[in-house]
């Protein structure tokens, strides 16, 4: 009988064990890269966020974002984004429309931060899209906190004027 308790406590806690010791290797590799790029630009992230395949961290001395998430393929991307050039931030969320049991329904598509750059340049983040992420773990707010933190670098609109060029 104490045999029996054993093998079932051994198929319940051997599998428990090797998805923390395995599962966790995509967030190892996604950390790594992440920190392989701090380093490589010499950057002292202040403020830094972990999330299913996301991480990011702002270095508030040289006003420099550092974005890393997996992309379809299972590669890590990162952007590192100037703060000194940044002119705007907007959440945006992009909703597909579904039809079940024939009724509409709208599903979430992707979710993130638009920045508005200098030269009219924009830079999309995403925190959440369907094609890469299995569920939603609060994007919405991670997008809230981020656009509340990175308008905090925002470049006034007139900052430029009154500036010779060389």
């Known amino acids: 009988m104490l045999a029996v308790y054993i093998l079932v406590a051994a198929l319940v806690i051997v599998p428990y064990i090797a998805i923390i010791v395995f599962?966790?290797?995509?967030?190892?590799?996604?950390?790594?890269?992440?920190?392989?790029?701090?380093?490589?630009?010499?950057?002292?992230?202040?403020?830094?966020?972990?999330?299913?395949?996301?991480?990011?961290?702002?270095?508030?001395?040289?006003?420099?974002?550092?974005?890393?998430?997996?992309n379809e393929d299972n590669s890590v991307s990162t952007a590192i984004i100037n703060l000194n050039e940044l002119v705007g931030v907007d959440i945006f969320q992009k909703n597909n429309v579904i039809k079940v049991d024939n009724k509409r329904s709208e599903v979430l598509d992707s979710s993130g931060l638009n920045l508005q750059l200098l030269h009219d340049q924009r830079q999309e983040i995403r925190f959440y899209d369907t094609r890469v992420?299995?569920?939603q773990n609060y994007e919405r707010e991670h997008a809230e906190k981020w656009r509340t933190l990175l308008l905090s670098f925002k470049k006034p609109k007139n900052s430029l004027?009154?500036?010779?060029?060389?």
């Open 133 to 135: 992420d299995v569920a």
């Open 161 to 166: 004027k009154g500036t010779v060029a060389a």
């Open 23 to 70: 599962g966790s290797g995509k967030g190892k590799k996604l950390n790594r890269r992440f920190k392989e790029e701090v380093k490589a630009k010499g950057l002292n992230i202040s403020e830094k966020e972990s999330w299913n395949r996301h991480t990011i961290g702002v270095d508030k001395e040289k006003q420099t974002l550092v974005f890393s998430q997996y």
